[in-house]
């Protein structure tokens, strides 16, 4: 990381790499300080959207474009893990009525 070339013009890949990992901590702290489901599920989408920006600034970095089909093949699975995983917590909602996780922790089988 020695070196300073510029992606955007003012803007080095160590800025993107910055921003990727303050937002992948707040992902990080908002899944172990909330119990909210539908806010750690925001919070695993910016910890993935984090991994993503980094990507693809190492990938414009070394002026490959591998890694972002890879960024969007990501992107696909994320958002097929977020439509089931809303829908599962919508149907523990309606029973429910809470999404606060403590309280779905003690689902019986």
Not at 32 to 53: G, H, T
Not at 55 to 68: K, P, W
Not at 69 to 97: C, D, K, P, Q, S
Request: charged share 10%; glycine share 6%; hydrophobic share 60%.
């Amino acid at each position: 990381m020695g070196t300073h070339t510029e992606l955007i013009p003012g803007i080095t890949v160590e800025h993107y790499l910055w921003l990727s990992v303050a937002l992948f901590c707040l992902g990080v702290f908002g899944i172990l300080f909330r119990r909210n489901a539908i806010i750690m599920f925001m919070c695993v989408e910016l910890m993935l959207n984090a991994v993503n920006l980094m990507l693809v600034a190492f990938s414009r970095y070394y002026g490959q474009t591998d890694a972002q089909v890879f960024v969007f093949f990501i992107m696909v699975v994320a958002a097929a893990e977020v439509a089931v995983g809303l829908a599962i917590l919508m149907m523990l909602y309606r029973n429910m009525h809470t999404t606060d996780t403590d309280v779905l922790n003690k689902l019986k089988w």
